[in-house]
């Protein structure tokens, strides 16, 4: 991620809290030409969606981005998907998770998670060497299997930071506040951010961004219903999980990983 999206990010999370505190002062002090039942139907929406209460600023980032994904991403997806072959493609993939390793192994030992920690490096190692830069999972035939990830976000979490309100990211996706603003430190811990050549720089982030598309491709015949209240609860669902280790039940994460072993 390069300096500029830290920043843009930032920017954007900013001004959403200053409009929503603008918003708060607003209901508290409503005007004159407001009437009783106009201020019962804010407080209703405000205390049915706790979790979301900035739906209608999220709602458009996620309609924007939507347009962006259907009409660009996605389109590119399905061509590379057509024209790599199932091991290339297997193989790139395999890359960009061996480099998330770094940011797990970080993570793991902030959370003071040592035996995630030895396994992530432990993958890293092997995987860097024996696995040819990472173009083959050697480790997890090794018995070293691949955790479900760590990220500063989760460490806050951890910390004891509240996660703070639902947030829809132009370009991003779905976040939270906390894990919104973790963003630009998991950046550091990202070996790609490190090439100097910026050609090359951009080159490798398209083509992570269009490998990592391309393999929730399949994962799209489970979305139902309202689409962005679907990825706002698989979000918020999948976050939980990832935060306690798994001790909670996780419908959507199953089904991506069982895509993820396929393809």
């Known amino acids: 991620m390069s300096h500029f999206r830290c920043r843009f990010l930032f920017i954007v999370v900013a001004s959403v809290l200053v409009s929503a ?19 019962q139907d804010l407080n209703l929406e405000w205390e049915e969606n706790p979790v979301d209460p900035w739906e209608g600023f999220n709602r458009s980032m996620f309609a924007f981005n939507d347009g962006v994904d259907t009409y660009f991403l996605k389109p590119v997806a399905k ?11 297997n193989s790139v993939s395999n890359v960009f998770g061996n480099l998330l390793e770094i940011r797990n192994v970080i993570n793991d030992v902030l959370q003071w998670k040592w035996g995630k920690a ?16 990472g173009l083959f999972d050697v480790a997890a035939k090794m018995g070293l299997e691949r955790n479900d990830g760590e990220d500063f976000g989760q460490t806050l979490a951890t910390w004891g930071v ?14 939270n506040v906390r894990d919104g603003l973790s963003f630009p430190i998991d950046a550091f811990s ?24 391309a393999g929730l491709l399949q994962a799209e015949s489970l979305i139902s219903g309202d689409k962005y209240v679907f990825f706002r609860d698989a979000f918020l669902q999948r976050r939980e999980y990832l935060i306690l280790d798994g001790e909670v039940e996780d419908d959507f994460g199953e089904d991506f990983e069982d895509y993820d072993e396929d393809y």
């Open 21 to 39: 505190c603008a918003t708060q002062t607003q209901n508290q002090n409503p005007s004159p030409n407001s009437s009783p039942n106009q201020d």
């Open 79 to 89: 061509g590379y998907r057509a024209i790599t072959p199932d091991p290339v493609e």
């Open 118 to 133: 030895g396994n992530d490096s432990g993958r890293f190692l092997i995987n860097s060497t024996i696995g040819i830069a």
């Open 162 to 175: 509240g996660s703070g309100p639902y947030l829809v990211l132009p370009l991003f996706g779905p976040s």
């Open 190 to 213: 990202d070996p790609i951010r490190y090439i100097d050549h910026v050609p090359t720089r951009n080159s490798i982030n398209g083509v992570q961004l269009i490998s990592t598309r």
